[in-house]
């Protein structure tokens, strides 16, 4: 089992930055891929970011110049800097893992953090 549990939500304005940060645990393969995914009120759940533990990274359109996804892999945390934040930025963000084990595929979620930008 693996457990994430994010941090660094609130309340920021429009134009301003936050930064996230998801913290992993339990039975961690060393390759894996960390992502970050958001889902505002009455939308589906979307892909904001991913990391893979060799460092490649995939944004959605909607974030690409504006957020920042890193890791650090010694702590087993994945980080998700986000500037110029706009309004439509308001959601829970939740901390994604992916890994094939021996089992086959598994994918892990966080419990979310909430962002919400408003004036």
């Known amino acids: 089992q693996v457990q994430l549990v994010e941090s660094g939500g609130g309340l920021v304005q429009p134009g301003g930055s936050l930064r996230l940060s998801c913290a992993a645990s339990g039975s961690i393969l060393s390759t894996n891929v960390m992502g970050w995914y958001r889902q505002a009120p009455g939308k589906e759940r979307e892909l904001v970011a991913a990391i893979t533990s060799g460092g490649g990274t995939n944004y959605a359109d909607s974030v690409k110049g504006r957020f920042t996804i890193s890791r650090d892999n010694a702590k087993n945390t994945a980080y998700l800097q986000m500037n110029s934040l706009k309004l439509e930025d308001t959601a829970v963000y939740y901390c994604?893992?992916?890994?094939?084990?021996?089992?086959?595929?598994?994918?892990?979620w966080g419990k979310g953090t909430l962002v919400t930008v408003s004036s």
């Open positions: 994604n893992l992916y890994a094939i084990y021996s089992g086959g595929p598994k994918q892990y």
